[in-house]
T-cell receptor
């Protein structure tokens, strides 16, 4: 169990650019979640996968956000045409059915 | 649908006790508790399923009152290492009676333990 791995750890981008983050979950976990966290707030749910199927996506999530989990392994989160309001920590978590979420250390996005 | 946590912040001296509450307006299937230290990822503490069971390990325990849709986290004889922000995550009950899989977190309770 090497834990949940996220890359990059930090990303600075200019407004309007596209960014992509990667998450490698714990290998035997079939569930994968993406959350966004801003200072002083709890993690905000973005989307959830069971194996390769994206089962739920937050209604608050703009169409500029898209996530994939090909073959039910790693996942990517892409943000198109970034805005300053997208600046946040993006957390990935994985779990087994009914089990606790194991979080990665996150990718901190700064949009200038 | 975001659960409400109280208090927002609490300062304790080592050895003192604290209670953190989490309440929801929706029928809940489970409640998770996590602790996050500054600059780190949230770390799992415990899960409580509907049924009102109480869980605990070491000096940290929690209860879940499914009728009131409330959960409480109890920290006894606090240690410096307990400092951090505590989040409850609530999982709604789906129409089928099972969980909805989506975990919604509260805004957190910042706990500071001082010597």
């Amino acid at each position: 169990d090497t834990g949940v791995s996220q890359n990059p750890r930090h990303k600075i981008t200019k407004r309007g650019q596209n960014v992509t983050f990667r998450c490698d979950p714990i290998s035997e976990h079939n569930r994968l979640y993406w959350y966004r966290q801003t200072l002083g707030q709890g993690p905000e749910f973005l989307t959830y996968f069971q194996n390769e199927a994206q089962l739920e996506k937050s209604r608050l999530l703009s169409d500029r956000f898209s996530a994939e989990r090909p073959k039910g392994s790693f996942s990517t989160l892409e943000i198109q045409r970034t805005e300053q309001g997208d600046s946040a920590m993006y957390l990935c978590a994985s779990s087994l059915k009914g089990g606790p979420l194991h979080f990665g250390n996150g990718t901190r996005l700064t949009v200038t | 649908q975001q659960p409400v946590q109280s208090p927002q912040a609490v300062i304790l001296r080592e050895g003192e006790d604290a209670v953190i509450n989490c309440s929801s307006s929706k029928a809940l299937y489970s409640v998770h508790w996590y602790r996050q230290k500054h600059g780190e990822a949230p770390v799992f503490l415990m899960i409580l399923l509907k049924g009102g069971e109480q869980k605990g390990h070491d000096k940290i325990s929690a209860s879940f009152n499914e009728k009131k849709q409330q959960s409480s986290l109890y920290l006894t004889a606090s240690q410096l290492s307990y400092s951090g922000t505590y989040f409850c995550g609530t999982e709604r009950e789906a129409y089928s009676g099972a969980g909805s899989y989506q975990l919604t977190f509260g805004k957190g309770t910042k706990l500071s333990v001082i010597p």
